[in-house]
Each structure stands twice: as C-alpha cells, then as structure tokens.
C-alpha cells in the first residue's frame, strides 16, 4: 500500500534558523508531489509541487524542496524561517496514472519562536 | 483561479440531526471531488472520492449510509452527515480536481474546510 511518511512531528526553531522537514514515500511509480501548509485556524494552502522536470521545486514565502527519486524523497526546505512560518505542514503524493487519490502524511507542526 | 468553497464554515447541530455540507468549485469544472475529515492535530483522511453523474468510492471504514455524498454537477459536490452523534464531530475538507488555472490534472484545489460539532 503507497504511503507517505513524515518523520518530525514538532519542530521547534528559533527565527532566522535553516529548516528541513523529511517526507518520505512508498510507491515505486511515477508520482506527482505536493507540500502543503495550514496555518492556524486556517485552511490548507499549497505551497510547491512536482511534476517533473527540475528535482528541485521552488514555492512560495521562500520554501523549496527536493525530489531525490532514488531515496523516494521530496525534503521540504527553508534557509531562514520567520516567526509567521509557524504552521502545520503536510507532504502529500498522488500517483501519475491509476487511483487519483491524494495520500497525505501525518503533517509535521512548526514553532518558530522570535 | 481555482478556488473552492464550502459552506457553511461552522455548524453546530444536535445529535440525531443531519447536516449537509456543500463544496463547490467556483471557477472551473471539476470532474473529481474529494472529502477528507481532520482530527485535531492529525492528518487529513480521505473519506470519499465523487465523480459527476455517479456514485461515490469510499474508503475502507467509512459508512456511506452515514455519509451521503451527492456530486451533482460539475460545480457542487454535497456531503451530508446523517443521524449525527459526538464522535462525527471533526473538521471536514472538500477538495476538487480539473483542470483549473493552469494547473495539472493531478493538482487538487482545497476548500477552507467545515467544522462539525455535534452537541
């Protein structure tokens, strides 16, 4: 069964730090990759996607992550987060052909504190 | 582009009452909607998968006489809970697919989610 793992559940970062969240799938076919963010009280937003070309996928705010199809990654990543980074987010991947579902990990919720 | 909306945002109703939520993809068709539940703190599970013009697919452990979804057009897809107890209380997200904006096929739109609670 495809799933999709997120290893940090909190991160806890002081402003200005560097960040990386993992995320991690299962399906050995082609996928198309998403990261997602929920800030409080608020609905989810996407914040980069992959579909193919370039590994490495820039987003919005300054966020870009890396697919690295060998390792079945896609490591979400920020030089310098800010305090309005604080936020759920979620890894999620789709497979190219057959079922559409959307499978999401578990989130990983980052604090950045000032 | 590509916005999707759900109403209402907040219900409130009393066990035993059913509660219907409407999704609608306001500026592009959508051939695919989804419906997610979030627990507090949790991910977001897939509950069903509604293709216009026919019934929906759910997933293992959701009760689809429980959770009625009509996808009656390309535009509005409803869930509706019925007989609503405690436990149904969560936070519902609609999302729906199409080609939208630009985006791929693959790309699904979020709506901003209705939280449920069941008195």
């Known amino acids: 069964a495809q799933s999709v793992s997120q290893h940090n559940h909190h991160v806890i970062l002081s402003e200005a730090a560097s960040l990386e969240l993992g995320c991690n799938y299962s399906y050995g076919g082609t996928v198309n990759l998403f990261w997602y963010v929920q800030y409080p009280g608020q609905h989810l937003q996407l914040l980069l996607k992959y579909f193919s070309g370039d590994p490495l996928v820039k987003g919005i705010k300054g966020f870009e992550a890396e697919f690295i199809k060998s390792k079945f990654s896609f490591n979400l990543r920020k030089p310098s987060v800010q305090w309005s980074d604080t936020a759920e987010y979620f890894c999620?991947?789709?497979?190219?052909?057959?079922?559409?579902?959307?499978?999401f990990g578990t989130g990983t919720r980052l604090t950045v504190i000032p | 582009g590509a916005v999707v909306s759900q109403h209402p945002s907040w219900v409130i109703c009393k066990s035993g009452t059913s509660v219907k939520i409407e999704c609608r993809s306001l500026?592009?068709?959508?051939?695919?909607m989804f419906w997610y539940r979030q627990f507090p703190k949790q991910s977001l599970m897939l509950m069903a998968t509604s293709n216009e013009g026919s019934k929906a697919t759910y997933e293992q452990g959701v009760e689809k006489d429980k959770f009625l979804i009509n996808h009656a057009s390309l535009t509005l897809s409803t869930l509706t809970v019925t007989s609503a107890h405690p436990e149904d209380s969560s936070f519902y997200i609609c999302?729906?697919?199409?080609?939208?904006?630009?985006?791929?096929?693959?790309?699904?739109?979020f709506g901003p989610g209705t939280r449920l609670t069941v008195l």
């Open positions: 999302s729906a697919k199409g080609l939208a904006g630009g985006g791929s096929y693959n790309e699904q739109f």
């Open positions: 500026d592009f068709q959508a051939t695919t």
């Open positions: 999620a991947v789709i497979r190219q052909t057959g079922a559409n579902n959307l499978f």
